[in-house]
Every structure is written in structure tokens, then in C-alpha cells.
């Protein structure tokens, strides 16, 4: 099997992990409505452990000049200046400070750029060896299927019907297809500057997962779902950090 088919097959298979949220379906409304509230805080591990566990570690180990970590503050003040523009839009039809549909926005945006950087990884990784590639695959695929299913329960949560969500989670999935592709097409372009993109992520990730997922969960005020979902929380921390053991 030639590298761009590799490429594409496993791109392709990994974007239909984007479904593995579909058990969701099966499952009554108000069941779902209390469940979407965990799988935020589920969502919120699993942007933070992305970004210090699995990208930060592979960035610093190839060795980087200084300035190239102003990258996840670029990353950052975007996802900031492109929230708050999100936010006016919002708020002149609905006069609301923080409507649950921007954090369905949001967490789309950070979903599609990190399957796009995982497609450009995927792609690096099997040009230099198959074997290297097929060992990422199962590395990216291991971390996709809890943060797919966490992030069908945000879009829930952001008062997306079922279908609609399963239908845009599966269409944000599709960038890592868009990354394989990029990624093999102008491999000589792109490799020098996978570091400085994977920085930019762990800002964007960063700035979803603290500044979004954390306050929308932590307001809520009665003992035992507070605990809960600290529980989730720091279990999906523990989750993505027993991940980079099998990468």
C-alpha cells in the first residue's frame, strides 16, 4: 500500500471514531440534558491533558527557539479576540453575557483545528516510516474516542438537536482528513512548521478548555454534582495522562 493511501484510509477510519458519541442516541432527552454537563467537564480534561500531556511533551523533546513559544499565546489572544467577536454578534439579538450556543462554536472551531494538526501529524509520521505511522494512528485514535464522545455532549449541552450534533461533530472530524491531505501534498512546506502550528493549538486548547469548559461546569452550586464533576474532571486528567503511556 502506497503512503497517500495509508494516509487517507487511516485519516478517514479515525474520523468515524467522531460517531463513537452516537450511544448517546439511544438514550431519553432528560437523561442526556444531565449527562451533556459531565461530558463538559470530560471535555475540558481532555483539551488540557491534549495540550500539556500529549503536544507540549512532543514539541519541547525536537528543541525550539525561545520565540517560538509566543506561539500558544498567539493561539490564545485568537481564540480570545474570536470569542468576544462571537460574543457581540450574539449578544446584540439576544442580550445575554454567555449563551451556551457560543460554547458549541467555540468547542467546533478547537475540535476542527486539532483534527487538522493530528491529520498533518499522522501524515509526517507516515512519510518518514509506515510503521511509525500505523503506531500514530492507534496513539491518536486511543485519545479521539473519549474526546469525541465528550465533545458530542458539549454540542448537546449547547442545545444542538442529537442529529445536528452527531452531524457537525462527524463534519469537524472530517479536518483530520483535510490535515493527511495538506500535510502530504506540501510535505517540504509544512514539517518545519508543524511545532509552531502544534503551539498554536495548545493555546487555543488552553484558552477552550479554562476560560469555557471549566467556568460553565464549576457554576454549578449543589454538593454532589460538584463533586461529580470534579471526579470527571480530574479522571479525564488521568485519562489523557495513562494515554501517553501506549503513544
Same mark, same amino acid.
Given at each position: 500500500m502506497n503512503t497517500f493511501l495509508s494516509i487517507l484510509l487511516s485519516t478517514f477510519s479515525i474520523s468515524l471514531l467522531s460517531l463513537s458519541g452516537s450511544f448517546l442516541l439511544f438514550f431519553k432527552d432528560r437523561f442526556v440534558k444531565t449527562l451533556s454537563l459531565f461530558l463538559v467537564a470530560l471535555a475540558a480534561a481532555a483539551l488540557l491533558g491534549t495540550a500539556f500531556l500529549h503536544i507540549l511533551p512532543e514539541v519541547i523533546e525536537g528543541g525550539l527557539p525561545e +520565540?517560538?513559544?509566543?506561539?500558544?499565546?498567539?493561539?490564545?489572544?485568537?481564540?480570545?479576540?474570536?470569542?468576544?467577536?462571537?460574543?457581540?454578534?450574539?449578544? %446584540?439579538?439576544?442580550?445575554?453575557? +454567555?449563551?451556551?450556543?457560543?460554547?458549541? %462554536?467555540?468547542?467546533? %472551531?478547537g475540535d476542527f483545528i486539532h483534527n487538522f494538526v493530528d491529520g498533518i501529524i499522522l501524515a509526517a509520521a507516515f512519510l518518514v516510516d509506515i510503521q511509525l505511522g500505523l503506531v500514530t494512528v492507534v496513539a491518536v485514535a486511543l485519545h479521539e474516542v473519549p474526546q469525541e464522545v465528550a465533545e458530542f455532549g458539549v454540542l448537546l449541552y449547547a442545545g444542538f438537536s442529537k442529529a445536528n450534533a452527531l452531524l457537525f461533530n462527524f463534519i469537524s472530524a472530517t479536518s483530520?482528513?483535510?490535515?493527511?491531505?495538506?500535510?502530504?501534498?506540501?510535505?517540504?512546506?509544512?514539517?518545519?512548521?508543524?511545532?509552531?502550528?502544534?503551539?498554536?493549538?495548545?493555546g487555543s486548547f488552553v484558552y477552550i478548555g479554562a476560560s469555557d469548559f471549566v467556568p460553565e461546569f464549576r457554576k454549578e452550586r449543589g454538593a454532589g454534582k460538584t463533586v461529580g464533576l470534579t471526579a470527571v474532571f480530574i479522571a479525564g486528567l488521568v485519562i489523557m495522562w495513562l494515554l501517553t503511556l501506549a503513544e
Open positions: +520565540h517560538a513559544f509566543l506561539m500558544p499565546i498567539v493561539g490564545f489572544v485568537a481564540f480570545y479576540i474570536g470569542e468576544k467577536l462571537l460574543h457581540l454578534h450574539h449578544a %446584540t439579538k439576544e442580550e445575554q453575557e +454567555h449563551s451556551p450556543q457560543e460554547l458549541g %462554536t467555540l468547542s467546533l %472551531t483530520i482528513i483535510l490535515g493527511g491531505v495538506a500535510g502530504f501534498l506540501v510535505q517540504e512546506s509544512i514539517v518545519p512548521l508543524l511545532p509552531y502550528i502544534l503551539l498554536f493549538a495548545v
